[in-house]
């Protein structure tokens, strides 16, 4: 296709389950345009089991895996900046420890960058819980960079978990950020702010685990601030006006503020397909 580079991305920390982590890394070892390296960050110390897991892939995997070792847990937005330095290669395939790349994934959103021109290239992602077969939702995003720079403006456009982009952009960008939550979405802005151009593709491209689990990672008062810190970062670019900012606290941090069960519904019936 061309003589572009590919690196692939997935950080881990010592929370995280060993046979997912496994599922996460095998799904990008065998996709049908192979990677040319995988970077794993290992945020802080890990399990026993983490590491038995990684030294079995490390050593079954026929491209590098390099792994980048980190004294301290720092967090997912310091741990894929490190990342993202630690990369060789032109192009970076984010991916998450415990989701499942579809095989073409990184075949599919190469040729489009290609054929674009595009900074990154993301695509949609199917939910499940349990049985990646058997998913609940598909998380569609809109697909034209005009209505991606829209969306942007009250929601993540990009499913961080099937986004494809070129390094130089990312950097160009500022990076990854080390904060704790919505890592990637401040990083969609700050490279739209930039000129760099975003588009989405019309399929899926990972397959997410969601549920109870899920919804209550994404509540709580944290959550809730980490809503209003993001609202105020936008406004601080110039993205957003504070008109817009206060329209997106009154409608979004409700929800993080709502028992798990009432907002579960509300993912799978009004922000889901």
Known sequence: MSNITVSGLVPTYAGDNANELRTAIKSLLNQTRQLDELVVVEDGPLTEELIITLDRLENESNIPLIREKLSENIGQGGARREGVKRASCDLIAFHDADDIAVPNRIEQSLKVLLQTGSDLVGGYIEEFEGDPENPHAIRKVPCDPVEIRKYA?????????????????????????????????????????????LRNIPEVLAKVRAGRSMY????????????VRIQQYMVQLGFISRYRALYNILARVGIRLLPNSVRGYIYRNFLRE
């Open 153 to 197: 403006k009250f929601r993540s456009p990009i499913n961080q978990t099937a986004a494809l982009a070129r390094k130089k952009s990312i950097l160009e960008a500022g990076n990854y950020r080390a904060v704790n939550r919505m890592e990637d979405y401040e990083l969609w802005v700050r490279m739209l702010m930039t000129g760099h151009e």
């Open 216 to 227: 209550n990672r994404r509540g709580g008062i944290d959550y809730a601030r980490e809503e």
